[in-house]
């Protein structure tokens, strides 16, 4: 009833998992991941313990290969499971339950593993494959993984239809504020066109919380923390934080931030600021 692909991003700074399903909010049971030890996706009749189970035998050192054997070896349920992984080095590996509904299969590459049950056929995980390695590697992986998922949908995907997708990644210091590793967390719970829906999504966090390459980082020079103060009381704030924080652009503000998107969105907002 869902397809997945777990993922590395090819600088191995970034694990991720993205899936769709015709399943209420299929993002609340499949994908798990942590920075630094790697990804999995549990599905079919999902056990939901193997994400916890999994990333700590991926944490004790054990590839994904052999994360795999252990959940399956220990679940008297395997027979029903399917399960993708991918470790801290970017191996991959699927497994499926030869009692899962037809279709299920998956497939593994470089980096990634792609795998789906009750799909109109293989050439959804087929699809995905390909659309994966098609994918520019300097993309983010969110990029990349979400791209495969389309790919997959359009070749078919569950056979029962579409409700629900989410999509997980995790880097080292990438979440809110840099407290942890979530870069990117968005689920589209119920919706029609769940996939399109959750790049929509994708697109707003992008402009929200960007990943600003060190080349476009500005410093915060006492100068420029100065004129950007006086804008933003101009338009009624205490100062700068204040007015980043009332326009959820947090990500934008500290050390080494990005200026050119506020400062341009400070200037549309005081017209008369060069008079």
Same mark, same amino acid.
């Given at each position: 009833?869902?397809?997945?692909?777990?993922?590395?991003?090819?600088?191995?700074?970034?694990?991720?998992?993205?899936?769709?399903?015709?399943f209420?909010?299929v993002?609340?049971?499949? !994908? *798990?991941?942590v *920075?630094?030890?790697? /990804?999995?996706?549990?599905? %079919?009749?999902?056990?939901?313990?193997?994400?916890? $189970?999994? =990333?700590?035998? =991926?944490?004790?050192g054990?590839? %994904?290969?052999?994360?795999?054997?252990?959940?399956?070896?220990?679940?008297?349920?395997?027979?029903?499971r399917?399960?993708g992984?991918?470790?801290?080095?970017?191996? /991959?590996?699927?497994?499926?339950?030869?009692a899962?509904?037809?279709?299920?299969?998956? $497939?593994?590459?470089d980096?990634?593993?792609?795998?789906?049950?009750? $799909?109109?056929?293989?050439?959804?995980?087929?699809?995905?494959?390909?659309?994966?390695?098609?994918?520019?590697?300097? =993309?983010?992986?969110?990029?990349?993984?979400?791209?495969?998922?389309?790919?997959?949908? *359009? %070749?078919?995907?569950?056979?029962?239809?579409?409700?629900?997708?989410?999509? =997980?990644?995790?880097?080292?210091?990438?979440?809110y504020?840099?407290?942890?590793?979530?870069?990117?967390?968005?689920?589209?719970?119920?919706?029609?066109?769940?996939? !399109?829906e959750l790049?929509? @999504?994708?697109?707003?966090?992008?402009?929200?919380? &960007?990943?600003? !390459?060190?080349?476009?980082?500005?410093?915060d020079? &006492?100068?420029?923390?100065?004129?950007?103060d006086?804008?933003?009381?101009? @338009?009624?704030?205490?100062?700068?934080?204040?007015? @980043?924080?009332?326009?959820?652009?947090?990500a934008?503000?500290?050390?080494?931030?990005t200026?050119?998107?506020?400062?341009?969105?400070?200037?549309?907002?005081?017209?008369?600021?060069?008079?």
């Amino acid at each position: 009833m869902t397809f997945s692909i777990v993922a590395r991003s090819a600088d191995g700074e970034s694990w991720g998992v993205a899936v769709a399903s015709k399943f209420l909010a299929v993002g609340s049971a499949v !994908p *798990a991941a942590v *920075a630094g030890v790697g /990804a999995i996706a549990t599905q %079919a009749w999902a056990n939901v313990a193997y994400k916890g $189970l999994a =990333l700590a035998h =991926l944490d004790e050192g054990a590839t %994904a290969s052999i994360a795999v054997q252990r959940l399956v070896e220990e679940d008297e349920g395997r027979e029903h499971r399917q399960v993708g992984i991918v470790d801290v080095d970017g191996g /991959a590996a699927t497994y499926t339950g030869p009692a899962c509904l037809d279709w299920a299969g998956g $497939l593994t590459g470089d980096g990634f593993a792609v795998q789906g049950n009750i $799909l109109t056929g293989p050439e959804v995980v087929e699809a995905m494959r390909d659309a994966f390695e098609a994918s520019d590697p300097e =993309l983010p992986l969110a990029r990349r993984l979400l791209a495969a998922l389309a790919a997959g949908d *359009a %070749a078919g995907g569950d056979s029962r239809g579409r409700q629900s997708a989410a999509l =997980l990644v995790v880097k080292e210091g990438a979440g809110y504020g840099g407290f942890d590793d979530v870069a990117v967390d968005l689920r589209i719970d119920d919706h029609e066109e769940p996939i !399109p829906e959750l790049e929509r @999504l994708l697109g707003l966090h992008e402009a929200l919380s &960007p990943d600003v !390459p060190e080349e476009e980082r500005v410093p915060d020079t &006492p100068e420029l923390m100065d004129e950007l103060d006086a804008r933003a009381r101009s @338009l009624g704030h205490l100062h700068f934080a204040a007015w @980043l924080g009332t326009n959820n652009l947090e990500a934008y503000g500290g050390e080494g931030w990005t200026a050119a998107t506020v400062i341009e969105q400070l200037r549309e907002a005081t017209p008369d600021w060069e008079k």
